[in-house]
């Protein structure tokens, strides 16, 4: 039986719920960790509590194609990417930046996977961008690292955005045209992200793991793998394999202002006037790029975007 959209829409409210702690915790731990520790131990946690489910997936004996492997280390770039821009910057920005991820992947499903886009979603589109862009060029103008970061920081985090883009349409296409089960898909992305990040790891020494072993940082380590990880990319995969791409990067629409009360809460982060103009304008563009109107009589209603089947 086929999930109902309400059931699909509450596991994209769950799922952006959790993600929107990521910035916020993710910047407690860079106080003492370095993004490429913080990235391996998270994932390297996710990894073992989705060993079990990845097994019991095994038993139906689908084979991972080589060639998909770039899709995977979209995500991995992702998650790397996204540190080191945190690093850089507030927790305010990257929440909002990410909400340019559904505009970006109307951009790319209508490439890659023929989904049709129309008038109405390329303004929005154009609106998006506005408000995402001024997210990354206010700081350069305004000189107020304190309330924006900095640009390079904001931009690097933008680069992160596009990889997430990427792969979220990348899996719409083997959720849906090569069959992969969500557990399959994340499972794969931990494991291939986790073996990557180790080999860095070498490189760079072991001891930079070392400031990772107190019971603050463990603490956040596991809720980082456990909820922020695993939990939210299974809800985020299980969307996508019965919506589409587009649907399932609306998750986005709930993390701004989730983000930032949570920054405002535990970091002490001041909100400003400016970044209610970029999350306006990114909600609108976003709004009007996965929506459609349906005429009924005299009146347009609103309907969900790429109808669900």
Known sequence: MKPNKLTIFLALLLSALLWSSSAVVNKILLRELTPIAAVFIRLAIASIIIFPLFFKEQKKKKVFKLHHLPIFLLSALNFWIFL???DKTTPNAPPILYTATPLIVVILSSIFLKEHINPRKIIGILI?????LII?????????EMLFGNFSGNFIVFIAVCCFA??????????RHKKYSPVYLISISFFVSTILFFFIIIFQGFQILMPAFTFANIALLTYMGFFVTVA????????IKHSSANTASLMTYLQP???FFLAWIFLGSPLAWEFVLGTTLAFTGIFLATS?????????????PETME
């Open 84 to 86: 080191i821009g945190l």
């Open 128 to 132: 998006g961008l506005t408000g995402a």
């Open 136 to 144: 990354i060029i206010i700081p350069a103008l305004k000189n107020n």
């Open 166 to 175: 990427c792969y979220t349409t990348g899996s719409r296409y083997l959720s």
């Open 232 to 239: 939210t990319f299974f809800l985020y995969q299980w969307a």
């Open 257 to 259: 202002p989730s983000a």
């Open 292 to 304: 459609k109107n349906k005429l009924r009589g005299k009146q347009d209603k609103l309907i969900i």
